[in-house]
Structure formats: C-alpha cells, structure tokens
C-alpha cells in the first residue's frame, strides 16, 4: 500500500472529475476525520488516514483490500472505476439521470439507458459526461456516460439510447469474483 505517484493521481482525478467535478474536494477535506487514497495491487482506494497507519503494520501480501475500493488500474495504466465507489458518486454526482421503474430491471441487466425509460435528467447535462442513474426512489443504480445533452433527450426517439452503462448494483451478483482484492 502506497500513495499515488503524480501520474497516477491525475489520471485517477480526471476519471473522477467527470463523475463529481469540483466536488472531490470533498472527499478529501472532510470535518470528521481526515481521508486520503492509497493504492494496494493496482486498486484505489478510499480510507481514513487513521485505518491507513494501522493498515501499515500487515505485510503487503496479507493485506487484501482497505477501505473502499474506487476502481482499478488497467495494465495500460487508464483508470476504471468500479460499483464499489457508487455510494460517494451517488452524494456528490453533479449530472443525474432517473430511471423510470419499467426501466430499472433492464438496467441492471447491464443494458444502456433508453429515452423511453428517463424519468428525469438533471439539467444542462452535457453530451459525453459522467451521469450517475437513480431509480425513482432515488436509489443510487449505477453510472455511465451520457449519450445526449438534455436538449437533445427531448428531440430524439423513445427507442434511442440516452446514456451508456458502465457499471450498475447487479454487477455486485454478476461479477462478484472481480469485485474482490482477492482476484486479479
């Protein structure tokens, strides 16, 4: 477990600005204790500074995850988040989508957003940007990219894709062996 270098640090900043935006100053200037994030076996992830100095006295190769995990390092070394992270995108997500409750089975499938299934889209979402989707409810589902701007979801067909799913709460079901630090 280490800090980030200053390479890894802005790829994981940019990856997380397009979810939060400014909102990461959050994160990390918190009143109750301060947080930072460590990465241990090419995964981010989120903790207090607190758990991370008793964190130190395991050996590396015993430690198996700490804190939350907010995604992973490619062999390329591009940034993925992960559904682990959902709650903190969920609190401070700048652009969201509502899924209507037709929509939300399907959704969780792993299938993308329809414009038939928008219940609601924050305003002024841009084309190309991080949204984070809620059910009605106001549930936090999962995130992805939007397709259209909110201008444009209002033109195009029911049948049209409206945002692109990247991760969603099924995967905790679906992909359970990759969500642990126990695999690689």
């Known amino acids: 477990m280490r ?5 890894e640090m802005k790829t994981f900043f940019e990856k997380l600005a397009k ?5 990461i100053r959050f994160l990390l200037d918190r009143k109750d204790e301060n947080y930072c994030f460590r990465l241990h076996k ?16 395991i050996p590396r190769e015993n430690l198996a995850a700490i804190g939350t ?4 390092f490619t062999k390329t070394h ?10 903190y995108l969920a609190r401070f997500a700048q652009y969201k989508i509502w899924i209507k409750p037709a929509g ?4 969780l499938y792993g299938n993308h957003v329809l414009k038939a299934h928008l219940g609601r889209i924050t305003e002024n979402t841009p084309k190309n940007q991080g949204v984070v989707y809620f059910s009605m409810g106001d549930i936090p589902l999962g995130f992805g ?11 195009v067909e029911g049948t049209a894709i409206i945002a692109f799913h990247q991760a969603d709460v099924g995967q905790y079901l679906r ?7 126990f695999s690689s």
């Open 104 to 107: 939300v089975m399907s959704y």
């Open 69 to 72: 995990c907010f995604g992973k």
């Open 145 to 155: 990219v939007s397709a259209y701007s909110t201008k444009e979801c209002r033109k």
């Open 78 to 87: 591009k940034f993925r988040l992960e559904i682990t992270c959902l709650d």
């Open 3 to 7: 800090p980030l270098t200053e390479e």
């Open 42 to 57: 090419d995964r981010v992830y989120y903790a207090s500074e607190k758990l991370v100095r008793k964190a130190q006295c």
């Open 175 to 181: 992909d359970e062996d990759s969500l642990t630090a």
């Open 19 to 23: 979810y939060i935006g400014r909102n």
